[in-house]
């Protein structure tokens, strides 16, 4: 999967712009808060997830606009595609001129993976980062799971609602059996779905991250839910009947999927615990990299790596496994200063100041 043009209206501080990108390694380089980051972000936003940075389409638009406009040129199934992109008063999409279409057409369309700082929160905070990231990984793969999501969350917030004025209509009681029912099935598939996906992703992880750290440790991905079981689905059920009285106290639902994480250990050891700095982080970009190489096991395509101001943190160990692991597909990398990113591999250069990228400005050392 390559980009091979990108046309940007109204988005974010981004000067309108209209650019063709190499199918290697393309650098953005510049001081920060000048719009590398906005360029990576207008990216994925294809991807048919939500900004990466949690922003709201409101703060995607620039000051001052109704909207912005993204238009997309891109090969993948061997052969040249498009995607146009609308937000405003929501998002709409045109995929190959049929549409508008609601953003989640997007899903499975245009595959791309990002790291970006800020996931290192999927070490350091708690669980809802991990099953964001184990749930938009899996939108990628199987985009109809993004439908079983909604359905599930859709009975989760019935079953809530039910839970809080139950104390005041006792009556509402006899209705939680329904909601219980789908909620079971759905939270079923989700977990089924979840644990299938698991198994592709957590020996690609661990050998990840062996070849970063020297395959001095061993790193174990694996879930983690309050809900025991041979059948997800009767498992859930019961455990929902079992929380019963306890929901009704704390108005919300306890157990089920929204609740589960994903466990991080190395050498047995919590990573968010017992996990250094550097250990933190080459964990994530394990994490990543391998969502890439089971995203392209199951589509046959290779994503589009989006690499938000990673390399500088990084020893030049690290930062040849990377770019060696991205040889062969097509890499972002935005950095402040190009120079050690240009030693170690060939691409284009593009600069970005004030919002304005200028290609082919690098000046060499």
Not at 68 to 82: K, P, W
């Amino acid at each position: 999967m390559t980009v091979t043009h990108l046309e940007v209206k109204g988005f974010r501080n981004l000067t309108d712009f209209s650019l063709s990108f190499g199918p290697g390694v393309n650098i953005l380089y510049g001081d920060n808060a000048q719009g590398k980051t906005n360029l990576l972000e207008a990216l994925w936003m294809f991807t048919g997830s939500r900004s990466f940075r949690g922003a709201k389409d409101s703060e995607l638009i620039r000051f001052e606009k109704k909207k912005a406009s993204l238009h997309l040129r891109f090969q993948a199934q061997g052969r040249d595609q498009e995607a146009e992109l609308q937000i405003g008063d929501g998002k709409q999409v045109k995929i190959n001129g049929v549409g508008p279409s609601p953003a989640s057409a997007l899903n499975g369309q245009f595959c791309a993976v990002v790291f970006a700082p800020g996931h290192l929160s999927l070490v350091k905070e708690g669980p809802e980062g991990r099953r964001r990231f184990l749930d938009q990984a899996i939108c990628q793969v199987w985009p109809k799971y993004a439908s079983l999501l909604g359905e599930y969350h859709r009975c989760l917030h019935q079953r809530n609602m039910l839970l809080k004025d139950a104390a005041f209509h006792s009556q509402l009681l006899d209705t939680l059996d329904i909601w219980e029912h789908f909620l079971s099935s759905y939270g079923g598939q989700i977990c089924s779905i979840r644990l299938r996906y698991l198994e592709r992703l957590a020996p690609k992880a661990d050998s990840l991250y062996g070849k970063m750290a020297g395959g001095q440790e061993r790193l174990c991905v694996s879930y983690k839910s309050k809900v025991k079981g041979d059948r997800w689905d009767s498992a859930i059920l019961e455990a929902l009947k079992q929380s019963r009285k306890d929901d009704l106290k704390a108005g919300y639902t306890t157990v089920g999927p929204h609740r589960d994480d994903l466990q991080l250990l190395l050498d047995e050891k919590p990573v968010k615990t017992y996990g250094s700095q550097g250990q933190q982080r080459s964990v994530v970009l394990a994490l990543k990299m391998a969502e890439a190489d089971v995203l392209k096991g199951i589509t046959g395509e290779q994503p589009v790596l989006l690499l938000d101001d990673v390399m500088s943190e990084l020893d030049p160990k690290r930062q040849d496994t990377i770019l060696n692991y991205a040889g062969t597909g097509q890499v972002f990398v935005t950095c402040c200063d190009p120079s050690p990113v240009i030693r170690l591999t060939q691409g284009d250069v593009f600069e970005v100041s004030g919002g304005i990228i200028r290609p082919g400005l690098c000046k060499e050392e």
